[in-house]
């Protein structure tokens, strides 16, 4: 598999969804990933990223709400998300920080929140 994310779901106000990707080995080693979001006409944003070390970082967004992690042992990267609000609603994508207009991306995985 080269990219495959997983968790999403529908979720009140308020909830809380945990998401994981797994990797391929060659895209996962020892590279920088990250979770990204879009929603139907808007460009794809970078949610969070994390270097392979395990420093993050978080778009303003939803700092204090969402924590990306990441196993390297299984190559997979996850993403926390907590207090969610209607405005997280979107296709939730993970990849490689940052990506190359050459680098592919997978299926993505929906989060919907909504009451």
């Known amino acids: 598999v080269q990219l495959q994310a997983s968790g999403g779901g529908q979720v009140q106000p308020g909830g809380s969804l945990r998401l994981s990707c797994a990797a391929s080995?060659?895209?996962?080693?020892?590279?920088?990933m990250g979770w990204y979001r879009q929603t139907p006409g808007k460009q794809r944003d970078l949610v969070a990223s994390?270097?392979?070390?395990?420093?993050?970082n978080y778009a303003d967004s939803v700092k204090g709400r969402f924590t990306i992690s990441r196993d390297n042992a299984k190559n997979t990267v996850y993403l926390q998300m907590n207090s969610l609000k209607p405005e997280d609603t979107a296709v939730y994508y993970c990849?490689?920080?940052?990506?190359?207009?050459?680098?592919?991306w997978g299926q993505g995985t929906q989060v919907t929140v909504s009451s």
């Open positions: 994390i270097t392979s070390g395990g420093s993050t």
């Open positions: 080995g060659s895209i996962f080693n020892a590279n920088p």
């Open positions: 990849n490689r920080y940052p990506t190359k207009p050459w680098h592919r």
